[in-house]
């Protein structure tokens, strides 16, 4: 597979979805066969990364090749390929509704079925930490656990996947349930959430039986 030419497409397609405007945001993929890590260029217009401007290191962050200075968000990447092994694509976006919840540091709710089957129950916000520090690194790692979205304090998202694909579907949903638990806040109604049994089924239903291929 080519992962640089995977990762330039990638690019373009975070900025036409809406997620980030201009150079803001990163991408970045593990190839799980050798564990390389492919990041995007720092500071690049998305249209104008080429396959050779890709970083390509290892796990420790050694460059492997590429000339250019990879994304200010290297560690954050690096810290959470170390530490979660079912990853291997992580899309950092800054997208606006998604932001509300991160400039009021609190957690997104599974209120909509594509959350719980996608996201897990909850996706939770940082703490506010520095772009590109160890600090948001950590805080990043921490407020993901095991799920596969977390909002970034002030700042962003961060979704993950085993593949590009699913840390693409992460990242629309949160917008989505962000966008929506916006709405219904602003209601001032009681929200009712997705119950964890509930949520647990439909993640059960959706890694196990869905789709034309299982049963
Ligand atoms: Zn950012």
């Not at 373009?12 to 260029?41: A, F, H, Q």
């Not at 291997?88 to 997104?108: C, E, Q, Y």
Request: with cysteine; net charge negative.
């Amino acid at each position: 597979m080519n992962y640089k030419k995977m990762l330039v497409e990638a690019g373009k397609r975070m900025v036409e979805s809406g997620l980030t405007v201009e150079t803001w945001g990163n991408l970045s993929l593990r190839d799980p066969d050798t564990d390389l890590i492919y990041l995007t260029p720092s500071g690049m217009q998305y249209d104008d990364i080429e396959e050779e401007d890709i970083v390509v290191m290892d796990l420790n962050g050694n460059r492997v090749e590429g000339e250019r200075k990879p994304t200010v968000e290297t560690p954050m990447h690096l810290l959470i390929y170390q530490n979660r092994f079912d990853v291997n694509a992580i899309l950092h976006t800054h997208p606006i509704h998604s932001l509300v919840f991160g400039v009021l540091h609190r957690n997104i709710p599974a209120i909509i079925d594509e959350a719980a089957q996608t996201l897990g129950d909850e996706v939770c916000c940082t703490e506010y930490a520095l772009p590109g520090s160890e600090e948001i690194a950590e805080e990043a790692l921490r407020a993901l656990k095991d799920h596969y979205a977390c909002i970034l304090a002030n700042h962003g998202a961060v979704c993950v996947g085993k593949d590009l694909d699913y840390a693409f579907k992460a990242a629309k949903v949160l917008e989505m349930t962000a966008e929506i638990y916006h709405y219904a806040l602003a209601t001032g109604e009681k929200i009712t959430r997705i119950s964890e049994e509930d949520g647990e089924y439909m993640r059960d239903f959706m890694m196990n039986h869905y789709g034309q291929n299982k049963e």
